[in-house]
């Protein structure tokens, strides 16, 4: 593929994590050729090679290993698991100015909230992404378009703003009027499958028992339930639909907690299962299931917690994600 010809008005994009998700972004704008990209990472890397599709890229990539090397920059997409967000955070403070927009690339809700302590008045642009990034090893990603759309963001300026950042690119960008139903619509499948599969240790195909797909429906209405009292637009059948998503993942495909969990590394659970057990105590739903699923998700992090504490201290204070 022959990169697109680089226009005039440059933004300044960092990427700040290169795992999956990070390394599809970083690639497909930096091939893209209208803005000038960083990678901030953990190791160092010249340059990137993405699978697409369409076909496979190889491009040139400036990647800083130091948050100390790092100026403020028009955008910033924080592409690193939400939990580890706090490990990003010497990134992010030094990346942002107020005229900042900080792309928020991670799973879950309350988008903003969870990077406010590290951004200070840049924009926080909250972005589902649909799209499966797979990290193929050191520097070699996979994109996998899965949806109709790779990203959703809401109809606004703000999320108009990524749309427009990311046109040219292989990666499409729906501005949707019901951002809100659009994120816990991608919520229910991430609390069905990334905590069953974690738990049984089974990919999607553990989808296909059907006692497996009973807990995982009823699991699901428990978030349906909370989800519209979050505010949400969600069918009447919106639970059978989540699972009937579900079921459409190749079998032989495993969540992020699931592959999480076999690497022993700390699992993604408060702003998933987490997030809808507190939202549901805010408005006075129960969520048993769901309650049970993070009281023994919580046990088994613990002990990947003290494992991985105990391991060196990564470069750049960023993840292995």
Request: aromatic share 4%; hydrophobic share 45%.
């Amino acid at each position: 593929m022959s990169p697109v010809p680089a226009p005039g008005n440059r933004l300044t994009v960092a990427v700040v994590g290169l795992g999956g998700i990070g390394g599809i972004a970083a690639g497909c704008l930096a091939h893209d050729g209208r803005h000038t990209v960083v990678a901030c990472a953990r190791r160092p890397l010249d340059r990137l090679t993405v699978e697409l599709p369409e076909g496979t890229i190889d491009v040139a990539l400036n990647a800083l290993t130091d948050p100390g090397e790092a100026a403020p920059v028009d955008w910033v997409l924080l592409c690193t698991k939400a939990h580890e967000t706090a490990s990003a955070g010497p990134w992010l403070e030094r990346l942002w100015r107020p005229s900042t927009h900080v792309a928020v690339m991670q799973k879950g809700i309350e988008h903003a909230a969870r990077i406010a302590p590290w951004t200070g008045g840049a924009t926080a642009v909250p972005v589902v992404v649909n799209y499966n990034g797979e990290k193929l090893g050191p520097g070699r990603v996979r994109l996998r378009h899965v949806a109709d759309y790779d990203m959703t963001v809401a109809d606004n300026a703000p999320g108009r703003a990524v749309a427009e950042l990311l046109a040219g690119t292989p990666l499409r960008v729906l501005a949707s009027a019901d951002f809100t139903t659009a994120a816990w619509r991608k919520l229910l499948i991430n609390v069905v499958a990334n905590p069953i599969t974690a738990l049984t240790l089974q990919r999607q195909a553990v989808f296909l028992r059907e006692d497996i797909y009973a807990l995982g429906l009823a699991v699901a209405e428990e978030a349906v339930a909370v989800g519209r009292a979050d505010g949400t637009k969600f069918a009447a059948d919106e639970a059978t639909q989540a699972m009937a998503r579900l079921l459409t993942i190749a079998p032989e495909l495993g969540s992020s907690m699931y592959f999480d969990r076999l690497a022993g590394r700390p699992l993604e659970i408060e702003v998933l299962t987490g997030a809808v057990v507190a939202a549901g105590q805010r408005h006075g739903i129960a969520t048993p299931l769901n309650g049970a699923l993070l009281t023994m998700l919580r046990a088994v992090n613990d002990a990947a917690m003290a494992e991985h504490k105990a391991q060196p201290k990564r470069d750049g204070g960023l993840p292995a994600a």
